[in-house]
């Protein structure tokens, strides 16, 4: 069945830090993926998404480049800030499936 | 802009007890997922309704049934309450068409 693999956390980095988020999937066909983002106490929010080959998904200076050749989805910033602490999660939702696959979420937390 | 509300936000219950979580899709939003995030788990898809009608079903135990309404709301009914039920359960929706699944806030149920 079709799984999401994310580098294990948690990650701690110091503020303006570059950021590096590793997701590969393993699916039938090209799926569209996703990083959502969970603030404490807080639901999922969509952080960005690429919904074929070579896409870039990019959202407050986030991106993340959809690999086909290498099955991946990895999260980058250029810059974090402490406010960017929370816990990620790649995942994936198959062609015609309803449900999203998630990845074990990465824990970042980023001192000032 | 609306979003996804979920009640009640925090319910504690008894082993044995039932319980129902209710979900209050995006208007206009035709589809509604459920899923299950155990402590330090990843979200894990239960149940889905599109247009009323169930459209895909995951991991859910048969002491759990879903439906949804007319108006596009749906409950979550959970009986036999166990331990290991204790968890956030998040709902999300979407509109026909669309892949993106938009999260409420989540319920977080706690079984003594």
């Known amino acids: 069945g079709d799984s999401v693999t994310q580098m294990e956390g948690p990650v701690t980095l110091s503020e303006e830090a570059f950021l590096t988020i590793n997701c590969t999937y393993t699916?039938?066909?090209?799926?569209?993926l996703f990083w959502y983002v969970q603030y404490p106490g807080e639901g999922l929010q969509l952080l960005l998404k690429a919904t074929k080959a070579d896409d870039k998904g990019s959202n407050k200076g986030f991106e993340a480049t959809y690999r086909k050749e290498t099955t991946s989805f990895h999260l980058e910033k250029g810059s974090v800030q402490v406010s960017d602490s929370a816990v990620y999660f790649c995942?994936?939702?198959?062609?015609?499936?309803?449900?999203?696959?998630f990845g074990q979420g990465t824990r970042l937390t980023i001192n000032p | 802009a609306a979003g996804v509300i979920q009640s009640p936000r925090h319910l504690i219950k008894e082993k044995r007890e039932t319980a129902t979580l209710k979900c209050y899709p995006i208007?206009?939003?035709?589809?509604v997922y459920w899923y299950q995030q155990g402590p330090g788990q990843d979200p894990q898809f239960l149940i889905s309704f599109y247009e009323k009608m169930q459209s895909d079903k995951g991991s859910i135990p048969d002491r759990f049934s879903a439906q949804q309404f007319s108006d596009y709301h749906s409950e979550l009914n959970m009986s036999s309450l166990e331990l290991g039920d204790s968890a956030l359960y998040f709902c999300?929706?979407?509109?026909?068409?669309?892949?993106?699944?938009?999260f409420g806030a989540g319920t977080r149920l706690s079984v003594l």
């Open positions: 208007p206009r939003h035709d589809t």
């Open positions: 999300a929706s979407s509109s026909q068409g669309s892949d993106i699944q938009y």
């Open positions: 995942a994936l939702l198959g062609r015609g499936a309803q449900k999203l696959v």
């Open positions: 699916a039938t066909g090209y799926p569209s």
